[in-house]
């Protein structure tokens, strides 16, 4: 432990379970010295074990749904009365696809069900940092991460419409980590991570297949939920102060990868 969040105060959305990156990161800011509020929507409290989670880093929860902006006004201003001062991080670990979910094939897409995953997935990035920007609510040089997955940029057909969430959530960071950055000095950055065996991971389509593709195809194998925690850490410290506007690749070397030996492999059996 190296202490780097020492007096650091923020808000973690997204922990469901221990497997889930945001518990992970949760434990990792605890462990670093930092305070923090937990969040999830409603129906995670009954389904999670969020409350777990809130009494091994004796931390407060505050219900959410990252749609609903009367929520999150009311988790911000909150979470500063609990934490006793203006914020200086937040993660926003949340995805969700009903037409995943649904099993709905991609070119046969539920609009209302695109829609809501939108609006779950991405759009409620802009509302948080709306709320927290609107309120004062971050200390100069404080930092906000989002978690985000490389079919933005490239095709991964059983990803779905999460694909274009991430696309859009991407986006966001930049555009609204201008104005945060300008007027604030707070960065923002997404992290895109690895295919973790997470809750909202394992939903996707032939997800195990996925993941032991990425880990043949990545020098240094996938990244974890753990690594993810700690990539996380140095980006809420101010040991990264002026790196904003960011998409920062966690995944052991995937995204610059064209082919590895190991995905070769059998391929070259075939030729012999
Ligand atoms: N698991 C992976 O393979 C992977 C890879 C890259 C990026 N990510 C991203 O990491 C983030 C965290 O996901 P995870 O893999 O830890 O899975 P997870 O299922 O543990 O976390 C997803 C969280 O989103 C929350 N959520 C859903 N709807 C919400 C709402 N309306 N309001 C507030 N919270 C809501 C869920 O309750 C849950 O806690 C997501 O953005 C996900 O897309 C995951």
Not at 18 to 44: D, M, Q, Y
Request: proline content about 3%; glycine content about 8%.
């Amino acid at each position: 432990m190296y202490n780097l969040l020492k007096g650091k105060r923020g808000i973690i959305f997204g922990a469901l379970d221990e497997n889930s990156i945001a518990w992970k990161t949760a434990e990792r800011v605890k462990e670093e010295g930092g305070a923090f509020v937990l969040t999830n929507a409603p129906i995670a409290m009954r389904m999670g074990k969020i409350k777990e989670l809130a009494e091994k880093t004796e931390s407060e929860i505050i219900p959410a749904d990252a749609t609903n902006l009367e929520d999150l006004e009311n988790l911000v201003s909150k979470a500063q009365e609990v934490l006793g001062g203006k914020l200086d991080f937040v993660l926003h670990s949340i995805g969700m696809s009903v037409n995943v979910r649904k099993g709905v094939h991609y070119t046969e897409s539920n609009y209302d069900w695109t829609h809501k995953g939108w609006d779950v997935s991405a759009l409620s990035f802009h509302k948080t940092m709306q709320v927290l920007y609107k309120q004062n609510a971050m200390n100069e040089w404080g930092s906000i991460v989002a978690l985000t997955y490389m079919a933005a940029q490239r095709v991964f057909p059983d990803y779905n419409d999460m694909a274009d969430n991430k696309a859009y959530l991407e986006s966001i960071a930049r555009s609204f980590g201008y104005f945060f950055g300008r007027d604030k000095k707070v960065r923002v950055n997404t992290i895109s991570q690895s295919p973790t065996p997470t809750t909202a991971g394992q939903g996707v389509k032939g997800f195990d297949g996925f993941i032991a593709y990425a880990d043949k195809m990545s020098p240094l194998g996938n990244a974890t939920a753990m690594d993810c925690a700690n990539y996380t850490i140095s980006l809420f410290s101010d040991l990264t102060k002026r790196v904003t506007l960011q998409n920062l690749y966690n995944d052991g070397g995937f995204s610059n990868m064209g082919v590895s030996d190991a995905v070769m492999e059998p391929f070259l059996k075939q030729e012999e």
